[in-house]
């Protein structure tokens, strides 16, 4: 079945840009969004953005200026960039299968185990 | 942005009880893209219900979704004491996606 997994560096310095990848697994990245999701400690969760594999996103108003989703296809992989970040993106951030082309949209109906992202000098 | 909110903040119950949870919409959701989605502590969130009344797969009929105008409701009957955990709405029809701030489901 299809499995995703989020990797990347655990520890940000302020101002710096925060990478993060996920990468699909059991199944193709073709014919799906995917999208970022992320979760404070503590608190509730926040939609980033998603992708199409053609490569085309929508993202939240409220971090569209800071963050930039792609796609590599041939990886089955798309990733996350967040720049200029502060102690107030430290969150868990997980990756997760979106709109499907063909079928029911349901949601999210797969999640990465999430990763834990510290924002600190 | 649809803001999502749901109440209460907490519901203390005891297994084999029904657990009711509410979340309401500030505005029309399109389509009805609603879920409800369950995460435990140390875990990813779970789909439970899309379309605010759809039992999303492998998930037990004890849980169930349904829905009037802005209102939404997610039941849980008999309660298990694997169902204590938090309840996510999240509306995925109008961008951006909106995440409701949470229902803990405690004993």
């Known amino acids: 079945q299809v499995q995703l997994q989020e990797s990347g560096p655990g520890l940000v310095k302020p101002s710096e840009t925060l990478s993060l990848t996920c990468t699909v697994s059991?199944?193709?990245?073709?014919?799906?969004?995917w999208s970022w999701i992320r979760q404070p400690p503590g608190k509730g969760l926040e939609w980033i953005g998603y992708?199409?594999?053609?490569?085309?996103?929508s993202y939240n108003p409220s971090l569209k200026s800071r963050v930039t989703i792609s796609v590599d296809t041939s990886r089955n992989q798309f990733s996350l960039s967040l720049n200029s970040v502060t102690a107030a993106d430290t969150a868990v951030y997980y990756c997760?299968?979106?709109?499907?082309?063909?079928?029911?949209?349901?949601?999210?109906?797969?999640w990465g185990q999430g990763t834990m992202v510290s924002v600190s000098s | 942005e649809i803001v999502l909110t749901q109440s209460p903040g907490t519901l203390s119950l005891s297994p084999g009880e029904r657990a009711t949870l509410s979340c309401r919409a500030s505005?029309?959701?399109?389509?009805?893209?609603l879920a409800w989605y369950q995460q435990k502590p140390g875990q990813a969130p779970r789909l439970l219900i899309y379309?605010?009344?759809s039992r999303a797969t492998g998930i037990p009929d004890r849980f169930s979704g349904s829905w009037s105008g802005t209102d939404f409701t997610l039941t849980i009957n008999r309660l298990e004491p694997e169902d204590f955990a938090v309840y996510y709405c999240?509306?995925?029809?109008?961008?951006?996606?909106?995440f409701g701030p949470g229902t803990k489901v405690d004993i």
């Open positions: 999240q509306q995925y029809g109008t961008s951006p996606f909106t």
């Open positions: 997760a299968r979106d709109r499907p082309d063909y079928g029911d949209y349901v949601g999210f109906d797969i």
């Open positions: 059991g199944g193709s990245i073709n014919n799906y969004h």
């Open positions: 505005q029309s959701v399109s389509g009805i893209y």
């Open positions: 379309g605010a009344s």
């Open positions: 992708i199409y594999y053609n490569g085309s996103t």
